[in-house]
């Protein structure tokens, strides 16, 4: 039997895992998305200055595994004393911070794939009536495309989302007491590993839950006029 008094003795600990966890989640998301957009205008781009160099940073960060990038950063750049004599080192020795920066550089990569895909399949016809209309090339990009893109891509930018919510468990390795960090010290105080992590499962499946929904509400607003027409 599942020893529940404990679990909600505990429960203050999941909440401030929960808190560092939306934390981390939300942080990661805009930067890694503020960075996609440039990366994705750059993988459409014709020059292959611009095009190339995008191409190559999603390949090499879709290529390796997450968890190695996350110790690269905590702990790979902490043996070079350049860096730790450098200005950055007050971040750089924050676990938080490098958490925050290696989810981002992670994400950004995926987004900008997704971006990329979704301006490419941008119908011609909208580019050509934005033109007609006398838009410049960076207008045509602000009010057009990149909106286009952004409410095409809600429906796989959700997968990513959910993605990176499984991701932010990986928090726990470099120390931080997210909701996986949360459960390890539950289980290292009493030693109920089952009543432990089957409570941060259910949270992780709570807070998946309620992202779905958000997004439903979402793309119900935005992807209305992709919505087939009742008769």
């Given at each position: 039997m599942l020893d529940y008094q404990l679990i909600w003795q505990n429960l203050p600990l999941y909440l401030n895992g929960i808190l560092l966890t939306l934390k981390v989640l939300l942080i990661s998301l805009a930067c890694g998305l503020t960075l996609a957009i440039p990366l994705a205008l750059m993988r459409v781009a014709r020059s292959c200055l611009l095009r190339y160099p995008a191409w190559l940073y999603t390949y090499v960060i879709r290529g390796t595994p997450m968890l190695v990038q996350l110790f690269l950063i905590y702990y790979g750049l902490?043996?070079?004393?350049?860096?730790?004599?450098?200005?950055?080192?007050?971040?750089?020795?924050?676990?938080?911070?490098?958490?925050c920066l290696a989810f981002a550089i992670n994400t950004s990569a995926y987004?900008?794939?997704l971006l990329a895909g979704s301006l490419r399949a941008t119908a011609r016809g909208e580019v050509e009536a934005a033109r007609a209309m006398g838009m410049s090339r960076l207008t045509?990009?602000?009010?057009?495309?990149?909106?286009?893109?952004?409410?095409?891509?809600?429906?796989?930018?959700?997968?990513?989302?959910?993605?990176?919510?499984?991701?932010?468990?990986?928090?726990?390795?470099?120390?931080?007491?997210?909701?996986?960090?949360?459960?390890?010290?539950?289980?290292a105080r009493y030693y109920l590993p089952f009543e432990a992590f089957i409570t941060a499962g259910l949270i992780y499946l709570a807070l998946t839950f309620m992202l779905v929904r958000l997004f439903k509400l979402a793309e119900r607003r935005w992807l209305a006029y992709l919505a087939p027409r009742k008769h």
């Open positions: 902490a043996q070079f004393e350049a860096v730790r004599q450098s200005v950055l080192w007050p971040y750089l020795s924050s676990a938080t911070f490098c958490t987004s900008a794939e045509l990009y602000r009010r057009i495309l990149l909106p286009s893109a952004l409410r095409r891509a809600l429906p796989q930018y959700s997968n990513e989302v959910l993605m990176m919510l499984q991701t932010t468990s990986l928090a726990s390795i470099v120390t931080l007491v997210d909701i996986t960090g949360a459960a390890k010290t539950f289980n």
